[in-house]
């Protein structure tokens, strides 16, 4: 399993989500990345190298940007999921675009 990193913007707006059922959602969502991270779609052109993760949460469109970094250490390589950016559909790769520049 892999080790999890999660950004601020990300961390942000989990927070600040009152509806359980949605936290719950983007929990096992995580969970799931963390248990294959391939199971995200890939990105192209100017995000390449990132993945994403959709969430449908009634009738609407959430989004999870992350990435996989493997890091060298004593004990071999090491897998760490970065999850970059979390929110909903409108706006999601604008917002992604700039923060990932």
Do not use: C
């Not at 994403?52 to 897998?79: F, W």
């Amino acid at each position: 399993m892999a080790e999890l990193r999660v950004l601020p913007p990300a961390r942000r707006f989990i927070k600040k989500i009152k509806d359980k059922e949605l936290k719950k959602l983007y929990q096992q969502a995580i969970d799931e990345i963390l248990a294959d991270p391939s199971v995200g779609e890939d990105k192209h052109g100017d995000l390449a190298g990132l993945k994403g993760y959709d969430i449908y949460y009634r009738k609407i469109n959430y989004e999870l940007a992350y990435t996989v970094e493997y890091i060298e250490n004593e004990a071999g390589d090491t897998e760490v999921v970065v999850v970059i950016l979390a929110g909903t559909r409108e706006n999601f790769y604008e917002a992604l675009k700039r923060y990932w520049k």
